[in-house]
């Protein structure tokens, strides 16, 4: 198994909406990321997991929670976003001093 | 921090010639530099990456070309076909976790 998986691949939400997207790898990957890429623009990192602990928060607004239950998984959870939040979620996983592996992305459009 | 500027940012070729896309670093401590295609409604796919004690690295009809002296480095298609069509986007890295991408360059084979 050589990809990360990622669903939903669309959602749709209120602003008052509680949500989660999710991401699954199962090819050992210790490091895992969450990107949010807006249209006709690069990925922009939020988050890296490193062994299962958070190691980066590019200041990212709490209103987006992550949570890496474990190795192979890795969840973020939404609450009371914004429509300007819309944008392609990307997951994507690593192994040491290897390129990343990008999952399809999750369309999340917030009314 | 680490900036990276790609040109051009669009590029139309003729099917079977070849294509050029070009990408500057500032950060001089940067030693990891992969390329990504990203199709429409697609996440972001690593094609070829170069490590900084590399000048040159070839997979079949892509090839990407590091000048540290220069803090350049280049992404070659040989050949080009109509599926090649995509956006490509460099990236410098020090750390493989935090990637800096340029903004990317949309590439157009016509038939």
């Known amino acids: 198994d050589t990809e990360v998986t990622q669903t939903p691949k669309h959602l749709v939400m209120g602003m008052t909406n509680k949500k989660s997207l999710k ?10 990321y969450w990107y949010k890429q807006k249209a006709k623009k690069p990925p922009e990192l ?23 239950p ?10 009371a976003l914004q429509p300007e939040d819309s944008a392609l979620y990307l997951c994507a996983s690593s ?17 | 921090g680490e900036n990276v500027e790609q040109h051009p940012s669009t590029l139309s070729v003729q099917e ?10 500032s950060d001089s401590a940067s030693n990891y530099f992969p390329w990504y295609k990203q199709e429409l409604g697609k996440g972001p796919q690593l094609i070829i990456d170069i490590r900084s004690n590399v000048g040159e690295k070839k ?25 090649d069509s995509a956006v490509y986007f ?7 976790n935090k990637f800096y991408f340029g903004s990317g360059t949309k590439l157009n084979v016509k038939p």
């Open chain 1, 23 to 32: 991401c699954e790898q199962h090819m050992g990957h210790r490091a895992m």
């Open chain 1, 46 to 68: 939020m988050f890296v997991y490193s062994y299962e602990k958070l190691s980066i928060n590019e200041s990212v607004p709490s209103r987006f929670s992550p949570e890496c």
């Open chain 1, 70 to 79: 474990n190795s192979s998984l890795l969840n973020l959870h939404l609450h």
């Open chain 1, 95 to 111: 192994q040491d001093r290897t390129g990343k592996i990008f999952g399809p992305g999750t369309r999340l459009t917030v009314l």
């Open chain 2, 16 to 25: 079977g010639d070849s294509a050029v896309i070009k990408c500057t670093y």
């Open chain 2, 59 to 83: 997979d079949q009809r892509i090839a990407v070309t590091l000048n540290k002296t220069a803090k350049h480095f280049s992404l070659h298609i040989t050949e080009t076909q109509p599926e």
């Open chain 2, 90 to 96: 460099c990236a410098a890295s020090t750390n493989f």
